[in-house]
């Protein structure tokens, strides 16, 4: 039985959940305690923190909001933002986090992700792909780093082919044309990925309605729905999306 999961997404920026669209145009949004509080009662799967602004200002994840957050949760925790090393992973794992979000750091040097996961397990490793459409890829989307702020040249369906070799146990993969549109997932994007690995992916970027959320986990091929702004602003709760699901066919934990 392949159990479809929903994961609501906090973004942080100065201590605060905040929601952009194309990852600019930040705007409050929660208090991430308060949140991930409320998304755990409505029946998340898992909690994913990501220190949005971390690699952009050059500094780590802060341990202290990842401690404040897996305090009030018994759910997984999956930490992201900032991580460059294996001691930034073993410092957030012993904060509470469960498994940890690599990007950047391991498009710079793929040996990280096979160190990680040989050290902390696969189960804990998570690569995080941002992608644009791009001309330039065979796949017609390209890798982003730095907070989706630079092109790698890089295709996303090579490097996700990659990081399963190297050891990732999931890929949380992100849409920057659709992030925060509310407009759907970029089916076409989250489904060459999903075709291209045996691992779990996890689609983000760019839930607006239940159907959406649907079609990425049937069409879009993906294990498991990231989505952040339906939450957070409260058009549907996590159970809500759950009991749509189940009433569509998927399996869902209630």
């Known amino acids: 039985m392949n159990i479809k999961r929903i994961i609501p997404c906090l973004d942080i920026k100065e201590g605060r959940v905040v929601k952009g669209v194309h990852f600019v145009n930040i705007k409050d949004a929660a208090d991430p305690v308060e949140a991930a509080i409320t998304y755990e009662k409505q029946g998340a799967d898992e909690i994913a923190f990501l220190d949005i602004a971390a690699t952009t200002e050059k500094r780590k994840t802060r341990i202290d909001w990842v401690k404040r957050v897996s305090e009030v949760i018994n759910i997984p925790l999956t930490v992201g933002g900032g991580i460059k090393d294996l001691g930034d992973i073993e410092a957030l794992l012993e904060a509470g986090a469960s498994k940890i979000s690599i990007n950047t750091a391991a498009v710079k040097d793929s040996h990280f992700i096979k160190e990680a996961s040989k050290k902390f397990g696969k189960n804990s490793i998570i690569i995080a792909i941002d992608g644009k459409k791009s001309s330039k890829t065979k796949s017609g989307f390209e890798v982003y780093v730095e907070g989706g702020g630079i092109a790698t040249g890089i295709d996303v369906c090579e490097w996700a082919k990659g990081t399963e070799e190297l050891g990732a146990g999931e890929l949380l993969v992100t849409?920057?044309?659709?992030?925060?549109?509310?407009?759907?997932?970029?089916?076409?994007?989250?489904?060459?990925?999903?075709?291209?690995?045996?691992?779990?992916?996890?689609?983000?970027?760019?839930?607006?309605?239940?159907?959406?959320?649907?079609?990425?986990?049937?069409?879009?091929?993906?294990?498991?729905?990231?989505?952040?702004?339906?939450?957070?602003?409260?058009?549907?709760?996590?159970?809500?999306?759950?009991?749509?699901?189940?009433r569509k066919g998927i399996e869902v934990k209630l």
């Open 175 to 246: 849409s920057i044309n659709a992030d925060g549109t509310k407009q759907g997932y970029d089916l076409e994007f989250t489904k060459k990925i999903a075709e291209s690995v045996k691992i779990p992916v996890i689609a983000s970027g760019g839930a607006g309605k239940l159907e959406d959320i649907w079609l990425v986990l049937t069409e879009g091929g993906a294990g498991a729905a990231l989505a952040a702004s339906i939450f957070h602003f409260q058009l549907y709760t996590v159970r809500e999306v759950k009991e749509y699901l189940k």
